[in-house]
């Protein structure tokens, strides 16, 4: 078997006093999806924005097709261009159009020409069906619709892998589909993607793998039918039964 | 639009549009009526003062003012030359210390040094007294002979007074600007500088417009101040008339200049600010 595309060792992150992670291992090989769970605040955010290296870890190493990228030597820049990041909030750029916001990493970090990373573009939006969304901003489309654009614009960058940060919890419940969609989307097409989520019932649809996150720690690993229906550890058992209460799974 | 038109008015409606323009009608009629009293009490106070008969000769007469605007005019032309450069300069200089201030790199250091230094100076002296150090300061130097038209002096000294202002104008709308839009700038692949010029400052410029052009109204004010080393512009040639003829129109001729660039500018900063919650 090949090198596993993203690979989490022992990482440890603190904010001051606050330890967010304490010793992360996770390993995600090529294709496949792995469903990040766990309560508010468990650290799952944290954990992907450390893998894109919007934070500089405290201690572990994350490797990206084998080769270290936590490295005080390697170019963060020339990591993020290989990973893609989906936002809670989408981060769309307000003052560009759509087209312009899934172009912009294709022109100034890929260097493409303003014809191609256009014809790039178009074909993204019609892709993740908003052709005619083209030239609208942000702040006049839905919240779905923006989400989408943000997925074409992580997409866009042909990532090695797409990190997915509770894409559809800033949406309203009428929305979450469609983005969803999107999701399952480029499973279908074989993207390799750590999915932080809410959503039990898409984990157990897209994930081939779910790992539950617990005071910084994932405390258990495995198929979503056994994570989500039988898990090993008492704290999941916890957590699990709280969504059921909340009317979540 | 259509959908509402296509509702038949009830009773109740038509009630509230009847009463809405009754409202509407009273409104306007308090407005004439306290504008008349107010504005009329304040100019009868005026006209019926006992110097005011003096006041309009010295003031407001026409024939010195018709006499005074070309000579007051073409100094003016040396205010508006001075506060467009001056504004130019200052859009240039204040991004350059703002940007250098915010950035966190080792190899900046001494000029993050040097440009909260400079702030703190250039916001910290009374503009007047800049103007005369300037002034008064560079030509004692002896760097460059024959010493520089004050008029240019004046104009670095004003320079160096706005950019402190307009940096931490600027400084604001950078910082203004939420941290999720850098996050997403870096996360499509761009380098730190990338995400500065692409994607934070087009929506942190965007933002303090209105206060940086407020600072412009007053800078266009200040260009006066250039007077005092020597440079004839509008209010020091005014000045000169007045000396001359004992009368003060040229004064108000000048004043009127003044207004003529600073109101439309005031509008238009007013205008922005309306539309602001439009904007986003």
Known sequence: MSAPVVEVKAVTKAYGERQVLSGVDLTVGEHEAVALIGASGSGKSTLLRCIDLLEEIDDGDVFLDGEVITDPAVDPVAVRRRLGFVFQAYNLFPHMTALQNVMIGERYAHRAGKAEAEERGRALLARFGLDGREDDRPDNLSGGEQQRVAIARAFGGKPRALLLDEVTSALDPELVGEVLAAVRDLKAEGMTMVIATHEMSFAREVADSVAFLHDGRILEQGPPAQVLEHPEREETRRFLSRLLEAGRI | ?280
């Open chain 2, 1 to 280: 639009m259509n959908a509402a038109a296509a509702i038949p008015a009830s009773e109740r409606r038509l009630e509230r549009e009847v009463a809405k323009r009754r409202r509407a009608r009273r409104g306007a009629a308090i407005a004439a009526l306290s504008s008349l009293l107010i504005l009329g009490g304040l100019a009868a106070l005026v006209l019926t003062s006992s110097g005011w008969p003096e006041v309009r000769e010295t003031f407001f007469s026409w024939s010195e003012f018709k006499n005074a605007f070309p000579e007051v005019l073409e100094g003016f032309w040396l205010d508006v030359k001075v506060f467009m450069g001056v504004e130019a300069a200052v859009l240039v200089i204040a991004l350059a210390l703002a940007l250098v201030k915010i950035s966190s790199s080792a190899g900046l250091f001494p000029l993050r040094l040097l440009s909260i230094v400079f702030v703190d100076i250039s916001r910290g002296i009374p503009t007047v007294l800049m103007v005369y150090l300037i002034g008064f300061g560079i030509p004692a130097l002896q760097i460059v002979k024959p010493a520089p038209d004050p008029a240019i002096l004046g104009a670095i000294a004003l320079t160096i007074s706005y950019s402190g202002y307009v940096a931490e104008v600027y400084r604001a709308g950078i910082r203004s600007v939420h941290r999720g839009q850098h996050d997403a700038a870096l996360a499509v692949g761009l380098t730190h500088s990338q995400a500065m010029r692409l994607v934070i400052l087009p929506q942190g410029i965007r933002r303090v417009a209105p206060p940086l052009l407020n600072d412009f109204i007053s800078l266009q004010k200040d260009a006066a101040l250039i007077s005092i080393i020597g440079p004839i512009e509008a209010f020091r040639a005014a000045q000169i008339l007045q000396g001359e003829n004992f009368n003060f129109t040229p004064l108000i001729a000048a004043a009127l200049l003044y207004l003529a660039v600073t109101v439309p500018l005031a509008r238009v900063v007013d205008r922005m600010g309306g539309s602001e919650g439009a904007v986003r």
